[in-house]
Structure formats: C-alpha cells, structure tokens
C-alpha cells in the first residue's frame, strides 16, 4: 500500500517539475501517470526549455526582454540583471501599459452581474 502512495505522490509531483524545466503539455502528464521515475530521469536529463521558459515569462506580463541585451527581464527592473546597463526610463512606457491593462482587468471584474 505504501508503494501506491509513493506512486501516486510521484506522478503527481512530476509533472510540476516538467512545467518548471520548461515542458507543457498532456504527454507529460500521461508519461508522468504511466511511468513516472523514468519521466523524472529523463526531464533531469534533457537541458530546460528556455523558450518555453521565456514564452511563459513574457505572456504573464510581469517580464519584458531588455532594450540593450535582448534577454528576459523584471518588468520592474531598473537595471538589467544581464548587461547592467539601465532600462529604467525605455521600460517606463511598458510598466504603464501594464498598469493599464491590470486596470481594465480590474474594472471589468465587478461587471459580472447575476441574472435577472
Ligand atoms: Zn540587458
């Protein structure tokens, strides 16, 4: 009964290390339910997925690549982490579109009435 549980906390811890190194998907989660120690050893294997990584950054809105270096960074940096050089003022514009965008999420919340 114990093997069960060590399985079944495997197949579901699995595939959060395989979103965190960078791979999504349905086959991850089917490989990790299926065979899961081999799943682990083989995301353990394989470099990270620094695109995906990266797609993921820039789409939560919260990351922009730097005007300088080209590599991700904070949104709210006002030194690149990469090339040290400062972002802060070509930044700006983008943190106030954010800010913008969060706004008129927030607006539009409260317009979710109920039914008549
Ligand atoms: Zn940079």
């Known amino acids: ?5 060590i399985y ?10 395989a979103s965190q190194r960078g791979y999504y998907g349905i086959g991850w989660v089917i ?13 353990l294997v394989l470099p990270k997925n620094r695109a995906a990584i990266e797609r993921r950054e820039l789409d ?3 990351f922009v690549r730097c005007p300088h270096c080209a590599e991700v960074i904070k949104l709210g940096a006002k030194v690149c982490r990469l ?5 802060a003022e070509e930044l700006a514009p983008a943190r106030a579109y954010r ?5 008129v999420e927030e607006a539009q919340e409260p317009n979710i009435s109920p039914g008549p």
Do not use: D, K, Q
């Open 1 to 5: 009964m114990n093997y069960l549980y």
């Open 60 to 62: 939560s809105g919260e």
């Open 83 to 87: 090339c040290g050089r400062e972002v």
């Open 99 to 103: 800010e913008f965008e969060r706004r």
């Open 31 to 43: 490989y990790s339910l299926l065979l899961w120690p081999l799943a682990l050893l083989h995301l």
């Open 8 to 17: 079944v906390i495997g197949a579901l811890i699995c595939p959060v290390v």
